[in-house]
């Protein structure tokens, strides 16, 4: 499966890029970043930083995007989860490699038209490089094979709001325009992320059975959750665990067998206060304008979290 993943890395989303670089079946054709986590240009060092640590160095081109959401000004980082750095404050080792001197609609454009109706775009931030990217190149929805975003919830408390997950909330406008978009989107939200969890027991016992070709990716990886542990603790009173946010996007792309979901008209809720960023799904049998994108309700959690491990143990 071809992969193209817009990101914020941001502890999760290290976890899920690594995830798809060490699953067999998968090839990165291009990562672009935005604000969210972290500044874009900060998440593309890190997204860089994150290919040299798998043995990727060089190899997967990394383009920073969008510093600022469509519409206002960002407001501060999610320091306490993702640490000042985005990774933990854990400090990867330099690289080489630079980001791509292009415009990042460009960049994804032209890897969409190189990859025509076999890429799938694995969404994990903030939807501002997609819209802009989607206004930009009317034609790029056709060329994407489908989208895996993780973000938003239909039934689960929000994270940002009493009724709002942070990469819909971080920019709503971009989100509605990306689920309008003529693709066929699947949402990983709240609803799935928040009760599977990963667990400190379960990071130490990858430790300690992980290929030892992985071993400095597995490290890293635990060293990360330490600070982004805290961070959940702080945020949700979760003791011994995380949410799984990004990396269940990632699992779901490569088997979307692990969720159940159901097909919903879906807009965003733009205005408002506490609803701003709202995923707002209309089940009447007369509903808004709006185009259905499919929703992840249910997950085996188990199933998803061996397959995530798997991938840092074959
Ligand atoms: O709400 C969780 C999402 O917000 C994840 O993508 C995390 O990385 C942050 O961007
Ligand atoms: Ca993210």
Redesign the pocket.
């Known amino acids: 499966m071809k992969i193209f993943i817009d990101?914020?890395?941001?502890?999760?989303?290290s976890i899920a890029i690594l995830f798809a670089l060490f699953r067999k079946d998968v090839e990165i054709v291009g990562i672009s970043t935005s604000v969210?986590?972290v500044s874009a240009s900060k998440g593309a060092e890190n997204a860089m930083r994150i290919l040299k640590l798998a043995g990727y160095e060089g190899k997967i081109p990394v383009c920073a995007g969008a510093e600022k959401p469509l519409r206002g000004e960002c407001e501060d980082f999610?320091t306490f989860?993702?640490g000042v750095n985005g990774t933990g404050n854990v400090e990867l080792p330099a690289t080489s490699q630079r980001p791509m001197d292009m415009d990042v609609s460009d960049f994804m454009y032209q890897k969409a038209c190189d990859h025509a109706g076999e890429l799938v775009l694995i969404s994990?931030?903030?939807m501002t490089n997609l819209a802009n990217t989607l206004a930009r190149y009317p034609d790029y929805a056709g060329k994407i094979k489908r989208v895996v975003a993780?973000?938003g919830t239909v039934y689960a408390s929000g994270?940002?709001s009493p009724v709002v997950?942070?990469?819909i909330g971080?920019d709503p406008e971009a989100a509605d325009i990306a689920m309008q978009a003529d693709w066929d989107m699947t949402l990983v939200g709240?609803d799935v992320?928040t009760v599977t969890h990963l667990t400190r027991a379960d990071v130490d016992k990858l430790l300690r059975c992980c290929n030892p070709a992985k071993k400095d990716a597995v490290s890293f990886i635990s060293k990360a959750l330490q600070h982004y542990m805290n961070g959940s603790r702080i945020q949700n009173y979760t003791m011994e665990y995380s949410?799984l946010?990004?990396p269940l996007?990632m699992v779901v792309a490569v088997d979307p067998s692990v969720v159940t979901t159901r097909k919903m008209v879906t807009r965003v809720e733009c205005g408002g206060t506490y609803c701003r960023g709202k995923i707002v799904v209309d089940l009447r049998e007369q509903p808004i304008k709006g185009r259905f994108v499919e929703h992840c309700l249910e997950v085996n959690s188990r199933k998803a979290l061996n397959e995530l491990f798997a991938a840092f143990q074959n």
């Not at 990101?7 to 989303?13: F, K, N």
């Open positions: 990101c914020d890395p941001g502890v999760d989303d969210g986590n999610p989860i993702h994990l931030g903030r993780m973000g994270n940002v997950e942070a990469n971080g709240l992320t949410p946010h990004d996007a």
